[in-house]
């Protein structure tokens, strides 16, 4: 895949204990899966609607791919696209901004100004 970039979405306590310990392990269904999920720009928005629903006060980490080498491997996942999955810890150097999502009056997430989903 050509994405340099891909992202992962996260709960803010998750996001105060990946800042404190500097590296994260993984979310439930990550630990679950055996992988840690991130999605590339343009799926974003899908998995915040498929998995995020109607929770505010997350975060939006932007992960520099390239600096975790080759423990991402894209595969196969929610209606057959390639996923970015990260087979190990995500370390917080890798992380490269964020920005908090917050819920609009209709209970959808708002993407930072300026992010483009396609």
């Given at each position: 895949m050509a994405d340099l970039f891909a992202f992962k979405i996260l709960?803010?306590?998750?996001?105060d204990r990946f800042r404190a310990d500097g590296l994260f392990e993984g979310a439930p269904v990550d630990i679950a899966d055996g992988y840690i999920h991130l999605s590339a720009r343009d799926q974003v928005a899908g998995t915040l609607e498929k998995h995020f629903a109607g929770?505010?006060?997350?975060?939006l980490a932007m992960v520099d791919l390239a600096a975790l080498g080759d423990t991402v491997k894209w595969e196969e996942s929610r209606g057959g696209a390639l996923f970015p999955h990260v087979y190990g810890p995500l370390p917080m150097?890798?992380?490269?901004?964020?920005?908090?999502?917050?819920?609009?009056e209709t209970g959808?997430?708002?993407?930072?100004?300026?992010?483009?989903?396609?």
């Amino acid at each position: 895949m050509a994405d340099l970039f891909a992202f992962k979405i996260l709960t803010r306590d998750q996001w105060d204990r990946f800042r404190a310990d500097g590296l994260f392990e993984g979310a439930p269904v990550d630990i679950a899966d055996g992988y840690i999920h991130l999605s590339a720009r343009d799926q974003v928005a899908g998995t915040l609607e498929k998995h995020f629903a109607g929770q505010d006060d997350l975060i939006l980490a932007m992960v520099d791919l390239a600096a975790l080498g080759d423990t991402v491997k894209w595969e196969e996942s929610r209606g057959g696209a390639l996923f970015p999955h990260v087979y190990g810890p995500l370390p917080m150097e890798a992380v490269t901004t964020k920005a908090k999502l917050r819920l609009d009056e209709t209970g959808r997430h708002v993407l930072p100004a300026g992010f483009d989903a396609g």
